[in-house]
Nanobody, 115 residues
Framework: QVQLVESGGGLVQPGGSLRLSCAASGFIFDINTMRWYRQAPGKEREFLARITSNIGTYYTDSVKGRFTISRDNAKNTVYLQMNSLKPADTAVYYC?????????WGQGTQVTVSS
């Protein structure tokens, strides 16, 4: 079965950096588009970035220039490098993929940006 396991979250000061990882299994990773979302308390889940099988990337405006999505097909892992973090980036971050007509989510990893 499809599994997505996020890691790398934590507490960071404003202006700091974190790299999130999402280890995937149960589907053909290297042909599938992977996405990152986040959800802050009291807010809807927000799309952040996606990366296609041919390494095409797309970002929402709020993270463009600060976040970078990448993938390592040999490790079945997608990454989200987050730089210049702000308190407004505090949220639970989720990995996502769509496979055989179903949407799959990881359990999420908490990112807290605070001094």
């Amino acid at each position: 079965q499809v599994q997505l396991v996020e890691s790398g979250g934590g507490l960071v000061q404003p202006g700091g950096s974190l790299r999130l990882s999402c280890a995937a299994s149960g589907f053909i990773f290297d042909i599938n588009t992977m996405r990152w979302y986040r959800q802050a308390p009291g807010k809807e889940r927000e799309f952040l970035a996606r990366i296609t099988s041919n390494i095409g990337t797309y970002y929402t405006d709020s993270v463009k220039g600060r976040f970078t999505i990448s993938r390592d097909n040999a490790k079945n892992t997608v990454y989200l490098q987050m730089n210049s973090l702000k308190p407004a980036d505090t949220a639970v971050y989720y990995c996502n993929t769509y496979w055989e007509t179903r949407n799959y989510w990881g359990q999420g990893t908490q990112v807290t940006v605070s001094s």
